[in-house]
């Protein structure tokens, strides 16, 4: 059984995928709630009934899914058992979500990065247990960022440079807070940069505030650039850059150890 873990939110994406396996492998080989819970049904029944015959369990995240209590109790049984040998537990990544801690040694599908065609390929090879790899140019993330939870006010934000050195260290982070409740200073320099915008637009459209940062040295392997953010109300992160020029910010993959909330439009490039 293949058990596709989504929520409402995310269906225009995941149906047609839903969709293309149910033509390989029938309908019946694939737990999708659209057609495997019909009126009548006891709709927790039917879920521990997929979960208890699911082989290949694929969970499609997205910040909508992150925020889903029903999803998290899915993925979180499935990894039970997968713990156990029983299924194999395949992320499907479908936006630009921080990936949950438990999963960062799971490799998994990306849909957000690779597309749809490739993402269904990908789905099937797992499945007939075919090699998944494909050709094709896929942009390495030398820099990556690491959120530390202090409290829900207060944060450290960690720049890595993972292989080799960076020259240029000019971040920035976006967030929906008001920008004069927020204040940053540098724990890894001496001396840093700061600038506070406000009303700036993603390319998704989303209008936040934003700091942007910069010390006078690169950031190396084993060497970040390390910031404290505070705010007087709960913080809204929405993105974490880096300078690729002058005049243009790329988002950056992040991890977060603790809870914060990362509000919509999280990691969008900006121009």
């Given amino acids: 059984m293949i058990f596709i873990s989504h929520t409402y939110k995310d269906k225009p994406i995941v149906e047609p995928i839903a969709q293309r396996l149910a033509e390989v492998y029938g309908m019946d080989k694939v737990f999708y709630d659209s057609w495997s819970i019909q ?109 530390i939870k202090h409290n829900d006010r207060k944060v450290e934000i960690e720049f890595q440079a993972v292989t080799y050195l960076e020259p240029i260290s000019r971040y920035a982070v976006f967030f929906m807070n008001k920008k004069e409740d927020i204040s940053c200073r540098c724990i890894s320099d001496g001396i840093m940069q700061r600038d506070l915008g406000e009303n700036v637009r993603l390319q998704d459209g989303t209008l936040c505030n934003a700091l942007m940062i910069s010390v006078n040295r690169p950031t190396a392997p084993k060497f970040p650039v390390r910031i404290l953010l505070e705010s007087k109300t709960e913080l809204q992160i929405v993105s974490l850059m880096r300078a690729e020029s002058d005049n243009e910010y790329v988002a950056i993959p992040a991890f977060v150890t603790g809870d914060i909330f990362i509000a919509e439009g999280e990691n969008k490039d900006v121009n």
């Fill in 39 to 147: 009126p009548g049904d006891g709709i927790i029944d039917r879920m521990n009934t997929g979960l208890a015959e699911c082989k290949f369990f694929f969970f499609f995240v997205s910040k909508n899914s992150l925020q889903s209590n029903m999803v998290k109790l899915e993925w979180q049984n499935a990894i039970i058992k997968a713990t156990n040998a029983e299924a194999k537990i395949i992320p499907v990544k479908i936006d630009d979500c921080l990936m949950p801690t438990i999963l960062l040694q799971t490799l998994y599908i990306d849909v957000f990065g690779r597309g749809l065609e490739d993402a269904i390929r990908q789905m099937i090879d797992v499945i007939n247990g075919r090699n998944t790899y494909s050709g094709g140019v896929q942009k390495y993330q030398n820099v990556r960022a690491k959120i």
